[in-house]
């Protein structure tokens, strides 16, 4: 456990990365380009749950749709879990943004 390669700095990098860009990127737009529909679709297209800090108040939706992915992994089959994952982030922000 001791021996750290290349490998493993990689993953490490792109682990770090992956949590760290979304919530970047959402806090980042919501300050520069707030309320623009298109880019909290994209969001949540792209980075799922996590593409909810786009909007006010996220961190409730945030973990509502967390458990929504979650669940659907755990009892549906893959293509419908697969399918629910894809568009529930998506319709909650679109839905979130339109009120």
């Known amino acids: 456990m001791g021996d750290v390669n290349f490998n493993m700095i990689m993953a490490l990098v792109l682990v770090v990365g992956a949590v760290v860009l979304p919530i970047w990127l959402g806090f980042r737009l919501r300050r520069t380009r707030p309320g623009v529909l298109w880019i909290g679709i994209l969001l949540s297209l792209v980075f799922g749950p996590a593409g909810q ?22 009892l549906l089959p893959p293509e419908l879990a697969m399918l629910v994952m894809i568009v ?3 319709l909650v922000i679109f839905f979130r943004m339109r009120r």
């Open 53 to 74: 800090i786009y909007v006010e108040g996220w961190l409730p939706w945030f973990l509502i749709l967390l458990g929504v992915c979650i669940a659907a992994q755990q």
């Open 88 to 90: 529930s982030s998506p």
